[in-house]
T-cell receptor, first 115, second 109 residues
Framework: ETGVTQTPRHLVMGMTNKKSLKCEQH?????MYWYKQSAKKPLELMFV???????ENNSVPSRFSPECPNSSHLFLHLHTLQPEDSALYLC??????????????FGPGTRLTVL | GQNIDQPTEMTATEGAIVQINCTYQ??????LFWYQQHAGEAPTFLSY??LDGLEEKGRFSSFLSRSKGYSYLLLKELQMKDSASYLC??????????WGAGTKLIIKP
């Protein structure tokens, strides 16, 4: 595997289900991100793990819970979601060094539908 | 608040040139990115500008004017495979990426 991979690619779930999205990066980067992409809206940054520390995003509902066990893996745990949470969930990674910034590399996304 | 504006949709003809504009108002500036995203696929990096001027990379060029809060992406010799969404994103003073909603480019034969 190369780049950033995400599983599953498609997920349909009911509002009472619990599921997890998985992301893995094979680029040796030290930062990973979860984004939500809705039609005709800007990418919404949900969570950032940089140097394995989580940067909080207070606007994300608690029904989304991230987990980053190591610098290569990132999970997004989902529970009691709402239909408006239906969207494309993108994972990205980048190499962060003090005072500089490198481009983010994205995975193909998980298309989530909440019924 | 922070804001990135770009047109929602543009149409161009195969072989022609198209310019996609992006204007921004952000708290600080540490660079501007352009990404390409084909339908159902991941965004992929196209260019990064941090200084004023034009950066050329093959058929694609990106221009930045920091004093005007303005950038454009220029695509030359358009091909059908250039049909995609083009995302503008600005790195603010906290090194957070602020994204535009994207411009959907439709290429017609």
């Amino acid at each position: 595997e190369t780049g950033v991979t995400q599983t599953p690619r498609h997920l349909v779930m009911g509002m009472t289900n619990k599921k997890s999205l998985k992301c893995e990066q094979h680029l040796g980067h030290n930062a990973m991100y979860w984004y939500k992409q809705s039609a005709k809206k800007p990418l919404e940054l949900m969570f950032v793990y940089s140097l394995e520390e989580r940067v909080e995003n207070n606007s994300v509902p608690s029904r989304f819970s991230p987990e980053c066990p190591n610098s290569s893996h990132l999970f997004l745990h989902l529970h009691t979601l709402q239909p408006e949470d239906s969207a494309l969930y993108l994972c990205a990674s980048s190499q962060v060094t003090a005072g500089s910034y490198n481009e983010q590399f994205f995975g193909p996304g998980t298309r989530l539908t909440v019924l | 608040g922070q804001n990135i504006d770009q047109p929602t949709e543009m149409t161009a003809t195969e072989g022609a040139i198209v310019q996609i504009n992006c204007t921004y108002q952000t708290s600080g500036f540490n660079g501007l990115f352009w990404y390409q995203q084909h339908a159902g696929e991941a965004p992929t990096f196209l260019s990064y500008n941090v200084l004023d001027g034009l950066e050329e990379k093959g058929r694609f060029s990106s221009f930045l004017s920091r004093s005007k809060g303005y950038s454009y992406l220029l695509l030359k010799e358009l091909q059908m495979k250039d049909s995609a969404s083009y995302l503008c994103a600005v790195l603010d003073s906290n090194y957070q990426l602020i994204w535009g909603a994207g411009t959907k480019l439709i290429i017609k034969p």
